[in-house]
């Protein structure tokens, strides 16, 4: 069967056998609003199964997905959704065997992986440098730390400042997970692999019915890999079992709880010398630190409870509640300053962070269809609560108990000097925090004409936020109450072309991406703003090939300049502004040949002071100008494909004092694909396939990532 006609089949919620692969026995449709078809679902990630209609809202055809519920908070088709957006399938991940979630944004355009100090995910996007911008499901999951790809779905990358949707931050965008989920559908996987530097890794997943009503499903992943760098190695392992349960034909009850832990040396890379990062073309893998305290450590445990119901009136429900603890702390030895002229000195700084915290989120939404005067209106209501505590507790570190810095030779740069650390009781944090925060919000989405939608909505915040000194018992708080509009129009002169303008706010408390604690200053300083002013058109080209562009001007107000006249205070007249251009392609431009990636041009600059060093007309750092991501698939034959990627960013700098500048580069990486029989898939993927050299990302001026080298990584599918 042709593609294109297996996608309007898709679409229209028919159920088609694949080729290439057993088909199980087949199954009724199970839960209100759900999967349709177990083939569908149990194929798509491996031979040439090529569609599923799948959790949340997503129909997807391999590497596109035509429909999410993220961007709007109701089921709409990509096309309808006057917003830039970009969705990695489950197909894609499998794919690209990337493990790591920053990896796999690499060929998102428009996303740029951050070092995020060693410890954790951070990513620019839009110009705008965020750690805490990551939801599982459409809730928040903001504290630091590396994910993890096992029990994934697909990611969602919504683009431009959108709080209606996802409340406070989201400057340039958000990344959102959505969890594979227990359909009743028969699934036995198991996920094997490994590669060069030690790597082993296994994972399964498993789904069936204990009877019409109650389904189950548990993945699970375990994994213990070296890396290119020297001392490199991490350690992680999580379990998420989950069950639904179809209490009626209107109601769904969905329950999930996972585990995750994860335990891996801190590389903060290597310094600068001469405005540029220290000679990384001779050795890529020296480090720079102490590996017997570099060290980072998250144990997650997240629980999570949604229900949809549909009222006889036809309002329908969905709520979630989820409660999410997190244990993390890091310590690093790090280097602190540039290698000095003579290459014979480099100054190495040390501390430690822990950052525990619970959260406790609540979304209830009540979405409505209906008629009037004439036009169709999908309506939104809904509302937020949320609370979220924790420690801020940050010690600094002393060598031999006195020395908060040394200086090693850059040519051997490794330290076992013994580290101390200890809270110097005023600029390390040490506190407890609470922040409480309630929404309320507002959406109608009307069909004027079969050519003209018309979205609109507004947001209420309220923040209270409140950090109490464990040092001398001070409280610092600040209560903020703020309104996010959203407007947006599609213009559709075809059903399968739709051009569209859009129009959007966001803001971002003073504490900051992660809360914490909150000083004297902090407290005065209003929040910051996001404005963003958006065109863009999408194109099916055919049912199963979509293009998109989009142009954007994004401006970000009140950022904080030190008062140069008063210490511990801000002049809240920072300025950035973004303009930038994306394009995007996805689908099978042919029965066998698939694409995902395109190009993005950003131009990020400071236009007013954000410090004594970041001045107007800086450029924003880690920001290029253009950047080229394209992953493509050929199908050769039944048993056998190949893919094939290619990688390019313009040169960028460290940061924004423009003071380093990093490199541009390009990079191919190619995976290998054959189905061995219809229950088994042997894959290869050989990532920077020429061993070029190159810089990858960094923090700041001084903690720069090289590229890795070429890295082979293999794994086995099985399902049975």
């Not at 958006?534 to 030190?562: M, W």
């Not at 995902?596 to 236009?607: H, L, P, Q, R, V």
Request: neutral net charge.
């Amino acid at each position: 069967m042709a593609v294109s006609a297996l996608a309007a089949a898709l679409l229209a919620g028919t159920c088609i056998a694949s080729p290439g692969w057993a088909q199980p026995a087949a199954v009724q449709p199970l839960i209100p609003g759900g999967a349709a078809s177990a083939t569908l679902d149990e194929l798509s990630v491996v031979g040439d199964g090529r569609g599923i209609l799948g959790p949340r809202g997503g129909v997807t055809v391999g590497y596109l997905t035509k429909a999410t519920r993220s961007a709007t908070k109701t089921d709409t088709p990509l096309i309808d959704t006057p917003q830039a957006v970009t969705i990695i399938p489950q197909q894609q991940i499998r794919d690209q065997n990337f493990q790591n979630l920053a990896d796999q944004l690499r060929y998102v355009p428009g996303v740029i992986p951050a070092q995020g100090e060693g410890n954790r995910d951070q990513v620019v996007i839009r110009g705008q440098n965020t750690n805490a911008d990551f939801f599982v499901n459409g809730i928040r999951d903001d504290v630091q730390y590396f994910r993890d790809l096992y029990n994934i779905e697909r990611v969602e990358v919504l683009k431009g400042p959108d709080s209606l949707i996802f409340g406070r931050g989201g400057g340039g965008g958000i990344i959102n997970r959505v969890l594979k989920e227990a359909d009743g559908l028969r699934v036995r996987e198991i996920v094997a692999g490994g590669g060069q530097f030690g790597a082993k890794r296994v994972a399964v997943d498993v789904g069936d019915r204990f009877s019409d009503g109650a389904f189950f499903r548990l993945n699970g992943m375990a994994e213990d890999s070296g890396t290119f760098r020297q001392f490199g190695e991490l350690t992680r392992y999580g379990i998420n079992p989950t069950m639904t349960f179809v209490i009626d034909p209107a109601t769904t009850l969905r329950v999930s709880y996972e585990y995750f832990h994860d335990d891996r040396v801190v590389d903060r890379g290597i310094p600068s010398q001469f405005g540029r990062a220290y000679d990384y073309r001779r050795n890529r893998a020296t480090f720079f630190g102490n590996p017997d305290v570099n060290r980072a450590q998250v144990d997650a445990h997240i629980a999570t409870v949604a229900l949809d119901h549909r009222f006889d009136s036809g309002v329908e429900l969905h709520s979630q509640l989820r409660f999410a603890d997190y244990e993390k702390f890091y310590r690093n030895v790090y280097p602190s300053s540039a290698v000095n002229a003579a290459g014979t000195a480099v100054s190495l700084g040390a501390y430690r962070n822990d950052t525990n915290r619970t959260n406790t989120f609540s979304q209830n939404d009540f979405v409505y269809k209906t008629v009037i005067a004439g036009m169709k209106h999908t309506l939104l209501a809904g509302f937020e609560i949320g609370y979220q505590e924790g420690i801020a507790f940050r010690q600094s570190g002393f060598f031999n108990n006195v020395a908060p810095s040394i200086v090693v030779n850059p040519l051997a740069p490794v330290s076992r000097v013994p580290v101390t650390f200890r809270n110097n009781g005023t600029s390390d944090a040490n506190a407890r925090y609470d922040l409480g925060l309630a929404a309320l919000y507002a959406q109608d989405q009307i069909e004027v004409t079969d050519w003209l939608q018309i979205l609109g909505g507004l947001r209420y915040d309220h923040f209270d936020f409140a950090s109490r000194s464990r040092n001398n018992g001070v409280e610092t708080a600040r209560i903020d109450d703020l309104v996010s509009p959203r407007a947006g129009i599609v213009l559709k002169p075809l059903p399968n072309l739709a051009f569209y303008g859009s129009y959007s706010v966001s803001y971002l408390p003073s504490a900051g991406d992660q809360v914490g604690i909150f000083s004297t200053g902090l407290a005065f300083a209003e929040p910051e703003g996001f404005e963003n002013k958006e065109i863009g058109v999408k194109y099916d080209v055919t049912p199963d090939f979509q293009l998109t562009a989009a142009a954007y001007d994004l401006d970000r107000t009140n950022q904080r300049l030190p008062d140069p006249n008063n210490a511990g205070f801000f002049l809240l007249t920072g300025r950035t502004n973004a303009k930038g251009v994306e394009i995007g392609a996805n689908g099978y431009v042919t029965d066998w040949w698939q694409i995902a990636g395109g190009y993005s041009f950003t131009d990020a600059k400071i236009e007013s002071a954000t410090s004594t060093t970041i001045v107007a007309g800086n450029r924003v750092g880690l920001v290029p100008f253009n950047a080229v991501s394209l992953w493509n698939k050929f199908e050769l034959t039944r048993e056998f494909a190949i893919g094939i990627g290619y990688l390019y960013q313009g040169h960028t700098f460290a940061s924004s004092d423009n003071a380093v500048r990093l490199p541009g580069y390009s990079r191919f990486d190619l995976g290998l694909f054959y189905t061995l029989n219809e229950w088994a898939r042997a894959q290869v993927n050989i990532e920077n396939v020429f061993d070029r050299n190159y810089i990858y990302t960094a923090t700041n001026n001084n903690q720069i990532s090289p590229g890795a080298p070429r890295t082979i990584r293999a794994q086995i599918v099985v399902r049975f």
